[in-house]
């Protein structure tokens, strides 16, 4: 009978405290997954995927100070990778781990390319899920204009329909069932009943003041890690990583693997078909 999961919390250098889903698995010397969520999003989106590769691997799905079960940060401008690199950098080394592969969505696949630029702790390698060196500004202004709306609902079925009607363009084969399950990843039930989003909004912060100081380079962060292992997934209805910015980064990322995900658009959640196919088969020599 496999171990179940477990919930695990430590406190960060400014006293935040931050939450992970510990899923037991793998041997000896092989490198521990670690999922990172995307910018709203938190642990709970890797319950699938962590459930599927444990007990082969070891998996820790984290949520990000200021979502999910992960205390809010007194100082909003603390949401920044940076100091997501470090939360990181002190749970692994509380944990005593020193080997990983990042599987990272969104804003999870560049805080990984900035841990891996760190190399403490060694990043084997990576999953960047829907992401690149060049962000699209059509999906980063839909991004910014969903965050922080404060919406709330009666409930389940009511949050899932409305997410459906928001987010519809993203998913358009998802059935009701899918939409309810999606629901439940991005919000949590509040003191009060309804149904709410499960981050502070004050994550959208310093995304304001990014957006102020223009178009961000990504390119010296990716082509610092090259030569490792990476693979690359992306959405086929992405409006944050084009096709185009993916084959660039097959050309200028020797050995990168690429991968779509059919009929979705930002973000793929990894439980497509394709995206675990391509997983499956990165994960592989590392096994």
């Known amino acids: 009978m496999e171990a179940a999961a477990t919930d695990r919390y430590f406190r960060t250098g400014d006293d935040v405290r931050l939450h992970y889903r510990d899923f037991p698995g793998g041997r000896e010397g092989q ?58 950098g002190q749970l692994l080394a509380d944990a005593g781990i020193g080997r990983v592969v990042v599987i990272g969505t969104s804003l999870g696949g560049l805080v990984g390319v900035l841990l891996a630029m760190a190399n403490q702790p060694e990043v084997a390698g990576l999953v960047l899920n829907d992401v690149g060196p060049v962000l699209g500004e059509a999906g980063l202004a839909r991004i910014r204009s969903a965050i922080g709306r404060g919406d709330n609902w009666p409930s389940w079925l009511v949050a899932a329909r409305e997410i459906a009607r928001l987010q519809g363009a993203v998913y358009p084969e998802w059935t009701l069932e899918s939409w309810l399950t999606h629901a439940k990843r991005l919000c949590r039930i509040a003191a009060d009943g309804r149904i709410v989003w499960d981050y502070d909004p004050e994550i ?54 690429l991968a779509t995900a059919a009929a979705v658009g930002h973000a793929p959640t990894l439980d497509e078909a394709e995206a675990l196919q391509a997983i499956e088969h990165f994960l592989q020599p590392f096994i």
């Open 31 to 88: 490198p521990v997954i670690l999922c990172l969520p995307g910018l709203t999003r938190n642990a709970r989106d890797f319950e699938a995927l962590a459930g599927r590769l444990a007990p082969r691997f070891r998996v820790l799905a984290v949520s990000f100070r200021g979502r999910g079960e992960s205390a809010a940060a007194a100082d909003p401008l603390s949401y920044v990778p940076q100091t997501y690199v470090q939360d990181l």
């Open 204 to 257: 959208l912060a310093p995304f304001k003041e990014a957006e102020a100081a223009g178009p961000l380079d990504f390119w010296p962060a990716f082509e610092a890690i090259a030569g490792r292992p990476m693979l690359s997934i992306r959405g086929q209805l992405s409006d944050i990583l084009s096709a185009e910015t993916q084959a660039e980064m097959a050309a200028r990322l020797p050995g990168l693997q």
